[in-house]
């Protein structure tokens, strides 16, 4: 068998901390080709291109800070270029960025590759829900697994441990993608239920908006295991009514459901810019740019995804706190409906 090369698709937080683990397990096994294309969104920082920083210094200065990265993951700004050799691609990049990136690599592409997409966020599509992972399918015609769990990106680039769930039909792909990713601090536990695992990374960020609007209203842990629990109601029913397979209650104990949905709801971004909307009054554009230094939200916008999709089956009345995240970022809703949101929520589905 042939060496297969892998390219990364995204160098933001995530996309810089999982090419550090991709660098180093690719060059300790003789599957993969030892070089590691890296595309990235081009920026000048203080007068250096930042794909420049990284193959001279080998830090992404921007976005993972402090940590080097593998002297073979090569930084490149042309996404052809990045990718048409690649066996395997990594997609890891802000949801929103998706179509427009498919549309680019759609046609250069080298056959038989197929990739997995560690990007967290839903789209809406004519009949409801699309995964990402269905775009990326659909536009590009190739197999695709996904990668979620647990894993604020800097806590991953320290080597702390922890666990990620891969969703993947293909025993043949999972097995690879398991040397591709595990580590002794980053364990794999690979299902098969791809879109369940998919959903989950979606929605726990709208949870996590919540979350930090109990932390900004001054609101302590017993409030915010309530959040956890009645929005992980929301996820399980949501992904009944919307995956296309069937859904294993399972996949929601495993590290891409409860675990996420826990780290994310007390650390992360989603959490910290819905604390300080609560706070301070000010948008959540204003404090994406004030507060993330160029990285993306994106729970607000998935509630906007869910709220159209709800709306579009009649559903809005069935998912109180995925509606209430929705129009208290989005529609002025004063920030205090989302604890009587809490209140009034059904115990049980
Ligand atoms: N950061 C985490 O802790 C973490 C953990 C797990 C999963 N994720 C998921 O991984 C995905 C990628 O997140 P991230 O943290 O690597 O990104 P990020 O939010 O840190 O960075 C933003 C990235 O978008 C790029 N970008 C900016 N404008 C662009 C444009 N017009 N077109 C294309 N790219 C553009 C930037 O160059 C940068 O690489 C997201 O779906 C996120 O939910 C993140």
């Known amino acids: 068998?042939?060496?297969?090369?892998?390219?990364?698709?995204?160098?933001?937080?995530?996309?810089?901390?999982?090419?550090?683990?991709?660098?180093?397990?690719?060059?300790?096994?003789?599957?993969?080709?030892?070089?590691?294309?890296?595309?990235?969104?081009?920026?000048?920082?203080?007068?250096?291109?930042?794909?420049?920083?990284?193959?001279?210094?080998?830090?992404?200065?921007?976005?993972?800070?402090?940590?080097?990265?593998?002297?073979?993951?090569?930084?490149?700004?042309?996404?052809?270029?990045?990718?048409?050799?690649?066996?395997?691609?990594?997609?890891?990049?802000?949801?929103?960025?998706?179509?427009?990136?498919?549309?680019?690599?759609?046609?250069?592409?080298?056959?038989?590759?197929?990739?997995?997409?560690?990007?967290?966020?839903?789209?809406?599509?004519?009949?409801?829900?699309?995964?990402?992972?269905?775009?990326?399918?659909?536009?590009?015609?190739?197999?695709?697994?996904?990668?979620?769990?647990?894993?604020?990106?800097?806590?991953?680039?320290?080597?702390?441990?922890?666990?990620?769930?891969?969703?993947?039909?293909?025993?043949?792909?999972?097995?690879?993608?398991?040397?591709?990713?595990?580590?002794?601090?980053f364990r794999v536990t690979v299902v098969d239920d791809c879109d369940t695992v998919e959903i989950c990374g979606a929605l726990k960020n709208i949870v996590a908006v919540g979350a930090g609007f109990c932390d900004g209203l001054d609101f302590g842990d017993n409030t915010k295991a309530a959040v956890i629990r009645l929005g992980l109601m929301e996820m399980v029913a949501f992904a009944k009514l919307f995956c296309k397979g069937s859904v294993s209650t399972n996949t929601f104990l495993e590290s891409c459901g409860v675990a996420d949905l826990i780290t994310t709801c007390y650390g992360g971004r989603n959490r910290k810019v819905a604390e300080a909307f609560a706070k301070t009054g000010k948008s959540i554009e204003e404090l994406e740019k004030e507060m993330l230094n160029g990285q993306k939200l994106q729970g607000p916008q998935a509630s906007a995804e869910v709220y159209k999709i709800l709306k579009q089956k009649d559903l809005v009345d069935k998912f109180p706190l995925f509606v209430a995240v929705y129009r208290i970022c989005y529609e002025r809703c004063p920030i205090q409906a989302f604890i009587s949101c809490l209140q009034n929520h059904p115990e049980h589905y």
């Open 1 to 185: 068998m042939p060496a297969l090369r892998v390219s990364i698709i995204g160098s933001g937080n995530w996309g810089s901390a999982i090419a550090k683990i991709i660098g180093c397990n690719v060059q300790g096994s003789n599957r993969f080709q030892p070089v590691v294309n890296m595309w990235v969104f081009e920026e000048v920082i203080e007068g250096r291109k930042l794909t420049e920083i990284i193959n001279q210094d080998h830090e992404n200065v921007k976005y993972l800070p402090g940590h080097k990265l593998p002297r073979n993951v090569v930084a490149i700004p042309d996404l052809v270029k990045a990718t048409e050799d690649a066996d395997i691609l990594v997609f890891v990049i802000p949801h929103q960025f998706i179509h427009r990136i498919c549309d680019q690599l759609a046609g250069h592409l080298k056959s038989g590759v197929y990739g997995i997409s560690l990007i967290k966020g839903v789209d809406e599509g004519p009949d409801g829900l699309k995964l990402i992972s269905d775009i990326i399918r659909e536009k590009l015609g190739i197999e695709i697994s996904v990668l979620m769990g647990a894993n604020i990106a800097s806590e991953v680039a320290d080597e702390k441990f922890c666990e990620t769930t891969i969703g993947c039909k293909n025993p043949r792909h999972g097995q690879i993608f398991k040397e591709i990713f595990q580590t002794p601090n």
